[in-house]
């Protein structure tokens, strides 16, 4: 996990959208009549996605999905353990299927740290090899002798000392598949994106995609735990899949266009700092955050996941992260930007004492 981090779709299949439903989708990232965050929002019949809220204090930080399927549901992110509670009351509202697996998409606290609870709920946590490697650098109190990240958690949210730090205990490496002959569910790892560990949850019979925070909609991108060069490639391969409806990791649902909106947002970074940034001395290079982040801010497509300056303010660390992948050096002017990254971050998703 990190010390850092991060903040709506439909389609035909299975079960085929009415054609009204499906203009409505089609019009844009955020139909009049979506559920607001906070508020379970069925995608379609069987299929759920609820949107998290960065607010302080808030118990369901990350964004979330399920699958009921015919024997047993499947949840897509554990969130914090308040999270976890409330997400299982809304299933149990639904349905009285048992719970049986819940998806870590990554290791970050607000989309693992209620993996205990799901486990007291009889339910099985799962994720990507590259998960637990990530656990195995970040959550030292748990596998050594020095607190971690769970321990800076816990310093500001009571439900994270209420619980425990409980790492996913069935692994993939490739892909893992979910069918009852009605609903599929294909959980791939696409590459490096948001972490080394990111996984993908695809319905192609609906052509659904839970993304995790390999795409978000919106300023929530946090870039230090990642890579963000391999990032737009593993978008590459998240767009051919074909989605229409997309449910983010953070921010509203949307439709397949926000996987190149996000896509397209790395590649302007990238392009700009390169083109203004590369081989000048740091304090040009410095000077170049501000032009960059107006030309960024200016293109409609990509002007929602830019930064503004304010308590979270992602933009300076990752143009920071950009420019060491393009040159192979730290912009020593900026190092800070990165480490106040992850406690902005942290501390926006609840992950932080403040």
């Not at 989708?25 to 559920?35: D, H, K, Q, T, V």
């Not at 899949?241 to 996987?259: D, E, F, N, Y």
């Not at 501000?290 to 503004?308: S, W």
């Amino acid at each position: 996990m990190c010390k850092v981090n991060r903040r709506k779709f439909l389609a035909g299949g299975a079960t085929f959208l009415s054609l009204a439903a499906e203009a409505e989708l089609l019009a844009g990232p955020a139909p009049a009549m979506m559920p607001e965050a906070g508020q379970v929002d069925p995608v379609t019949t069987d299929v759920y996605f609820h949107e998290g809220s960065l607010s302080d204090n808030a118990d369901a930080v990350c964004n979330n999905g399920w699958i009921i399927f015919e024997d047993y549901v499947l949840v897509i992110d554990a969130n914090f353990p308040a999270g976890a509670k409330l997400m299982i009351s809304k299933i149990r509202a639904l349905t009285d299927k048992p719970i049986r697996f819940a998806l870590d998409t990554h290791h970050h606290g607000d989309h693992a740290y209620g993996n205990q609870v799901y486990v007291e709920n009889g339910a099985v946590p799962f994720a990507h090899t590259g998960v637990i490697e990530e656990m195995k650098r970040y959550e030292t109190g748990y596998y050594d002798s020095k607190p971690g990240n769970w321990e800076d958690s816990a310093k500001g949210r009571a439900d994270v000392r209420a619980s425990k730090l409980k790492p996913p205990t069935v692994l993939y490496s490739g892909e893992m598949i979910f069918d009852d002959g009605k609903h599929r569910v294909e959980v791939m790892h696409l590459g490096v994106a948001h972490t080394h560990g990111d996984s993908v949850a695809w319905l192609p019979k609906e052509r659904i995609l839970f993304t995790g925070d390999v795409c978000v909609n919106g300023p929530y991108n946090y870039v230090g735990d990642g890579n963000v060069g391999q990032w737009v490639e593993t978008l590459d391969a998240a767009r051919k899949l074909g989605a229409q409806i997309v449910c983010t990791g953070h921010g509203p649902r949307s439709v397949g266009t926000v996987l190149d909106d996000q896509q397209a947002f790395f590649k302007a970074l990238r392009e700009q700092v390169g083109a203004l940034m590369a081989g000048k001395p740091t304090a040009e290079a410095k000077a170049q955050i501000e032009p960059i982040r107006a030309v960024l801010k200016a293109n409609a497509q990509i002007a929602r996941f830019v930064g503004d300056h304010g308590g979270w303010d992602p933009f300076p660390s990752q143009v920071e992260k950009v420019y060491q992948e393009l040159t192979g050096n730290k912009l020593a002017a900026l190092m800070h930007e990165r480490q106040f990254a992850r406690h902005v971050h942290a501390r926006s998703h609840g992950l932080a004492h403040v």
